[in-house]
């Protein structure tokens, strides 16, 4: 253990050789050791960096990665069934024990499939198209992935002749079982209605 003098305060910290925190320490003894201002620095760009974490392609995002791709390809898929009112298609892409947060829910977390099944059958819907904007992939690993995006629906009103979009931010987990991805969790925040005409 050394101790490091700054000014008037004291820190402590601990350093270890030939282990996995050794890097780990290493940054905390840069932080730790240098003027506010330089520290805050450090800090600044260790958020910017990508750390790496095993992933299949060794890093944190992975936006390029062919499961990044297969993983926006099926979130589209999915919220296409969901336009459709498919049941049956989403459904499979989804864990009988996915959880979820979403507006319809007033704060309360949603678990199963039985809450969304009741709007996929007691609803209908007008003409719209969905779109998945500005997509973040993050790999967990091998089989398991977070995908963060904007969500646009463009939608029309046949009795005002209108068309308009709305928005809601959303996240989702998958976890890939048996050979086929499934979502687990989901978040979708409120959302805004904007006219076009």
Not at 173 to 183: I, T, Y
Request: proline fraction near 5%.
């Amino acid at each position: 253990m050394r101790k490091a003098e700054d000014g008037n305060r004291s820190r402590v910290y601990t350093t270890q050789q030939g282990s996995s925190q050794g890097t780990g320490m290493s940054l905390i003894k840069r932080i730790f050791t240098k003027k506010p201002k330089e520290a805050s620095d450090i800090i600044a760009d260790l958020i910017t960096e990508q750390p790496s974490l095993p992933g299949k392609e060794g890093s944190f995002v992975t936006e390029e990665s062919p499961e990044a791709t297969e993983i926006q390809h099926i979130t589209q898929q999915l919220l296409d069934y969901e336009v459709k009112r498919d049941w049956v298609n989403y459904s499979k892409l989804c864990h009988t024990a996915i959880t979820g947060f979403e507006p319809q829910g007033h704060g309360h977390m949603i678990k199963g499939l039985e809450f969304q099944r009741f709007y996929f059958e007691a609803t209908t819907t007008t003409p719209h198209k969905t779109l998945i904007m500005d997509p973040q992939v993050t790999m967990l690993g091998p089989d398991s992935a977070v995908i963060a995006y904007v969500r646009i629906c463009q939608k029309s009103d046949p009795a005002t002749n209108t068309v308009y979009s709305v928005h809601s931010n959303e996240s989702r987990v998958w976890k890939r079982m048996a050979g086929s991805w499934l979502n687990i969790h989901y978040h979708k925040s409120g959302t805004s209605k904007v006219s076009t005409s």
